[in-house]
């Protein structure tokens, strides 16, 4: 008589920690072309980031009566992706209540990696916008090799949004990383570079990336914008594969998937079009990320022996 064994019956050698190191290796041809943009003071912000969110991640687990441990490789992809999304001019003490605001606040507050019901990086990004607006919107880096006399410059979405003559890149410039912008989001190519190898690795799939990009190229065409301009000119890339794909606070199911990217789609639409903000990329993902819980009990597939829901 053979023997029934119960599930899980598929096992799979990858773990949180080489999830998290793929993660952050990906991340690494941005970093590079960072460098090459604006500098190697960029490095200071990357490294002051890392470093506080690993401090952070550390009294955060002992103030909470929790293991400390940094082996899962969590604190140090935050803490680059959060230097990800500011300013290559940003003031290095606010980069650094940054990293403690998305570890502590965002991510062990609610009970540690798998609890949080936001993305850590960009919770702490949007607090300090609407808490240091100047410093997080005047710390912008025109590229070494575009500089004249000033040094910092609008993105290229600010620019538009404010009706500037100057300021608008050509699409080849922005797909190579000639544009101002945050710290890792203006190479195209090598945002997409990562992105490949996260796919090669299944680490993640389209479903969300693919959804949420081509709802913003589909509604900007519809309304007389240019999409390649919409898709290129500020944090869409970056977001769409390396923030909305989060796994804590994405949905599970491919439908599911879809339906979160595309809603980010809209939103990230609406806020750059409609909004007193010029990007609407974090914004959306955090919006998005409260209705993961709906969208998962309304995707999730039926329990086998179920015919509908199970009573209460």
């Known amino acids: 008589m053979n023997e029934i064994r119960c599930a899980p019956h598929v096992h799979t050698s990858e773990s949180t920690s080489r999830i998290m190191f793929s993660v952050a290796a990906a991340l690494l041809p941005a970093m590079i072309g960072s460098i090459y943009y604006f500098g190697p003071g960029v490095m200071q912000v990357v490294t002051v980031c890392v470093a506080f969110c690993l401090l952070s991640e550390v009294i955060s ?112 410039e922005m797909f190579m990383g000639g544009r101002a912008g945050c710290i890792g989001e203006t190479s195209t190519i090598l945002l997409l570079a990562g992105a490949a190898f996260l796919l090669l690795r299944r680490i993640i799939t389209l479903h969300i990336p693919l959804s949420f990009i081509l709802t913003v190229a589909l509604l900007s065409l519809a309304t007389g914008q240019d999409p390649v301009f919409q898709v290129m000119a500020g944090g869409l890339i970056l977001g769409a594969f390396f923030m909305a794909t989060d796994y804590v606070t994405s949905p599970l199911t491919g439908r599911g998937k879809i339906i979160f990217g595309a809603g980010c789609g809209i939103v990230t639409f609406l806020i750059r079009q409609k909004g007193g903000y010029p990007e609407g990329v974090a914004f959306s993902i955090l919006f998005m990320n409260m209705f993961v819980p709906l969208i998962d009990r309304y995707t999730l597939p039926t329990k086998f022996g179920f015919s509908g829901k199970a009573k209460k």
Do not use: C, H
Request: glycine fraction near 10%; avoid cysteine; aromatic fraction near 12%.
């Open 61 to 172: 687990k002992k103030l909470f009566g929790r293991t400390a441990s940094l082996k899962d490789g969590s604190a140090l992809v935050t803490g680059i992706l959060l230097a990800f999304v500011l300013p290559p001019g940003i003031p290095l003490w606010i980069a650094a209540l940054g990293s403690f605001l998305a570890i502590f606040l965002t991510k062990e507050l609610f009970g540690g990696l798998g609890f949080n019901i936001f993305n850590p990086a960009l919770t702490a990004r949007t607090i300090l916008l609407v808490s240091f607006p100047v410093q997080m919107t005047t710390s912008y880096l025109v590229p070494f090799s575009y500089r004249t006399d000033a040094i910092t410059g609008a993105t290229p979405l600010a620019a538009l949004k404010e009706g500037l003559d100057t300021g608008i890149p050509a699409a080849w």
